[in-house]
């Protein structure tokens, strides 16, 4: 059967739809090995895409096959996606810091056709893909072929899967987040009509691939005709290294958590004086530190600072200016109002939709550009794929919302304009960059830098601890060692503390606040047990 033809909403098309236009100009700058810029033109990238869809194309894997993608955002890494995407075949992407037994986790899930890995990566024995191959800027090497398939579809439809992310899973199973080229597609269109970047951008990404927010950069960048530029992990590890590199790239626009700037901010904050072409700054996440927050529109005076808000099931539901100075009294960030295209509807504890200024509710998002729901797990799907809440008998297309999951409840307050969040613990994920309710839990891992974590035993059933069973002390060597096992380097912590109790708020959460003081106070105190990851 002949190569199955993708449709019009379908995310190669949009994304080198300059190749055409403007086939010359830089899609990808990147550093090599030795830190040297290297351009790929639009051009050049198609043809790379070209060349691996070719390869794709003969191992006849149908529409619908998956295929792991393991890698750092590259131009390689990205011709991979595309040309996966021209074929209809779902990307998983995981970075090369992702532990064997996640990897092998999300492959025995997604039962993938293929696991493709960038050239320079090591092969992953424990990992049982059906087949193996790496890619570089040479093209596609296939090592071992995948079991002949049967084709059974000749087209690509916008419906057909585009991609699966993966959440964290740092507290509880993963899931495999399903979007579709229609609904990716539409999410892009929509940030072009919000002009959230341009032609003459330089975006620079900083997250691993396997998050979305890596997809995000990478579809904004090329859909608007502007030029990708990923950040190397290695960079990203030092604020000098990381801003001589923005400076270097001439980045105009910046992705990011807002743990990202923390480093530089505390250390040497002069150094941002450099990025004399940064025109705006794009965070989600986590919640930016209000105090970090003025320091950095201090330091980059005349950028547009950018508030990202939503989740992975839909990209993001809004993108809000920051005000410039931040108004004195400012307690939580504003979210504005949803992207274009879509529309946040504030909704009660009876199920009623909110009028009223200054009443709180749950967050329904109404956009066309939902995910198609979690791989494989349609009660998950269920809780928060639902219906119209201001006519919940239409099920006409694009009335789906997705609300918060039960993990915590994502409320704003409505002001007849944009929307705020109250309440719940800005530290729980995604503060004011993502909803700390619609975001999924499991998406803990994406906040980088983590500055603190806490843990408070439940009591047993049946009430207290086992009679005469004396209390053992932690194994912090044994437990940074099983974090260093398990978990990406980005969530591996340096250090654990342990302290004979948590302190609480009257509302039974942590103190945050406390806790940070009660562990300043209590550094080599006989009450604290330490160790460093060296």
Not at 323 to 335: C, F, K, W
Request: glycine content about 10%.
């Amino acid at each position: 059967m002949e190569r199955p033809r993708p449709s019009a909403d379908n995310l190669y098309g949009l994304l080198m739809g300059p190749a055409s236009v403007t086939p010359d100009k830089p899609a990808v700058v990147e550093a090599d090995g030795a830190g040297t810029l290297r351009e790929t033109s639009y051009g050049a990238l198609d043809a790379l895409t070209r060349r691996y869809a070719a390869v794709l194309d003969g191992l006849g894997l149908d529409v619908g096959d998956r295929v792991v993608v393991e890698a750092d955002t590259s131009a390689a890494s990205v011709a991979m996606l595309l040309a996966c995407s021209m074929l209809g075949l779902p990307f998983v992407t995981v970075g090369p810091q992702t532990p064997d037994t996640r990897l092998a986790s999300i492959v025995d899930a997604v039962e993938p056709a293929l696991h493709a890995r960038a050239e320079h990566l090591a092969p992953r024995e424990r990992v049982r893909a059906q087949g193996r191959a790496h890619f570089g800027p040479d093209g596609l090497v296939v090592e071992r072929p995948p079991a002949r398939r049967v084709r059974r579809r000749r087209e690509v439809l916008a419906t057909d899967t585009a991609y699966i992310v993966f959440t964290s899973g740092s507290t509880g199973r993963p899931k495999g987040v399903v979007m579709s080229h229609r609904s990716i597609v539409t999410f892009l269109r929509a940030m072009l009509q919000d002009r959230l970047a341009g032609p003459g951008d330089r975006v620079a990404s900083t997250s691993p691939l396997q998050f979305d927010f890596a997809l995000f950069g990478i579809g904004v960048a090329l859909s608007s005709g502007g030029t990708l530029v990923p950040v190397r992990r290695e960079d990203l590890g030092s604020p000098r290294r990381m801003i001589g590199f923005l400076r270097d790239a001439a980045v105009t626009q910046v992705h990011g958590v807002p743990s990202l700037w923390r480093p530089v901010l505390r250390h040497d904050p002069d150094l941002l004086k450099e990025l004399h072409r940064v025109a705006s700054v794009v965070f989600a996440g986590e919640e930016f530190p209000l105090p970090e927050l003025r320091r950095l529109q201090e330091m980059l005076p005349g950028v547009r600072l950018v508030n990202g808000y939503g989740a992975t099931e839909s990209m993001a539901a809004s993108f809000t200016v920051v005000p410039d100075p931040l108004p004195a009294g400012t307690e939580r960030l504003s979210i504005g109002h949803a992207h274009a295209g879509a529309e946040m509807t504030l909704v009660d504890e009876a199920g009623e939709v909110v009028t009223e200024p200054g009443r709180t509710g749950e967050i329904y998002l109404r956009t066309p550009a939902l995910f198609t729901g979690y791989w494989n797990d349609p009660e998950a799907t269920a809780a928060v794929l639902v219906d119209d809440p201001v006519e919940p008998r239409h099920r006409a297309e694009g009335a789906a919302h997705r609300r918060p999951g039960p993990a915590g409840r994502g409320r704003g307050a409505v002001v007849r304009g944009p929307l705020r969040l109250p309440g719940p613990d800005p530290r729980q994920p995604g503060g004011t960059g993502r909803d700390r309710g619609d975001l999924d839990p499991d998406r803990r891992g994406e906040l980088g830098r983590g500055r603190a974590g806490a843990a408070r035993r439940g009591p047993r059933a049946g009430g207290g601890r086992r009679p005469g069973r004396p209390r053992r002390r932690l194994d912090v060597a044994a437990a940074l060692a099983f974090c260093a096992r398990e978990l990406p380097a980005y969530m591996v912590p340096r250090s654990v503390y342990t302290v004979p109790e948590l302190p609480l708020t009257e509302n039974g959460k942590v103190d945050r606040a406390l806790l940070t003081q009660t562990l300043a106070s209590a550094r080599g105190a006989s009450d604290l047990r330490h160790a460093t990851n060296a």
